[in-house]
Structures are given as C-alpha cells and as structure tokens.
C-alpha cells in the first residue's frame, strides 16, 4: 500500500447567543453550503497557530482557543487519488471571539466564500453543512461536559 497524505484541519466552534458562527460557501461541486471555521495546517504549523490563522483569514477575528472536543476522521472517495481514497482529520474546539473583534467577510475572501453567518443551534441537524454533521455539532455544543468526541465516517462528506 503506497502512502497517501492525510488531511488535517482544524476548526473552531464559537457560540453566541444560542448560534454556531458559520462560513457560508458556494462552488460548482457542493452547491451551497456552510462549514465550521478553520481549515488545513501548513507544515510545521501547530493545531493552535492554524487555528488562530485560519480564523483570522476567513473572519478577521482573534480568538481565544478552548477545550478540545472532537475527533472527526474521513475515509472518502476522491477519484484524483489512486485507490481512490481521500483521508482527512478535523480537529475541533471549542473557542471565543477575543474583545473588540466582530466576524465579517474578509476584503479578499478564498474564492468559494461568500459569508459569515451565526446559524441556530436548534437549526444544524437540518442546515446544509459540510460535511454533513449538524446533529453530532448540536450535541456537543449542548452538552456540559466537554470530554472527546471521536467520529468516523467511511461515506462521503
């Protein structure tokens, strides 16, 4: 079996009055379509430093990183690859915007943004994210005890 690199990313899940900061994202494959805040490490970079980069390029806030709360592993197909098998990894935590920041649309967004939303908690199970996870997102942001969540997933995002 010949090495395949796996994808990392890290998100941040920020809560503010009972709504999940969302990016609000269009392309030709997916449609529209919302993520969670974060994105793919750069080599070298630790989870923490991307996290806080990531966050910075899409929704020009400063954030303070909290607790560390999921695990999200995909094995999905992807026909560029040989054996055609994507892998990635999300790394999540729970964080907050730091004072005097508010999320906006960056001057120069990646080109499949177009937003930055606060969406519902109550609404993520039924709301297009990607990948599909609204209900395992609205669980452990309403649950007290912020202990490890590992999710895997063999289907598509």
């Not at 809560?15 to 750069?42: A, F, M, S, T």
């Not at 199970?125 to 395992?136: A, D, T």
Request: charged share 30%; glycine share 8%; aromatic share 8%.
């Amino acid at each position: 079996m010949m090495n395949r690199p796996i994808r990392i990313r890290v998100s941040a899940l920020i809560v503010r009055d009972e709504k999940l900061l969302l990016i609000k994202c269009h392309d030709d494959e997916i449609g529209l379509h919302y993520n969670v805040p974060g994105g793919g490490l750069e080599y070298g970079e630790t989870l923490e430093d991307g996290l806080r980069r990531e966050l910075k390029e899409e929704t020009c806030v400063d954030i303070e990183i909290g607790p560390f709360v999921m695990l999200y592993e995909v094995l999905h197909p992807d026909e560029t690859l040989p054996k055609g098998l994507h892998h990635s990894l999300g790394v999540f935590f729970k964080c907050t915007i730091q004072n005097g920041f508010e999320p906006r649309l960056p001057d120069t967004p990646d080109e499949f943004q177009i937003g930055v939303e606060w969406v519902a908690i109550e609404d993520l199970p039924k709301f297009p994210l990607w990948p599909r996870n609204g209900e395992l997102l609205q669980q452990i942001i309403n649950r007290d005890n912020p202990e490890l969540v590992l999710k895997q997933s063999r289907s598509p995002y």
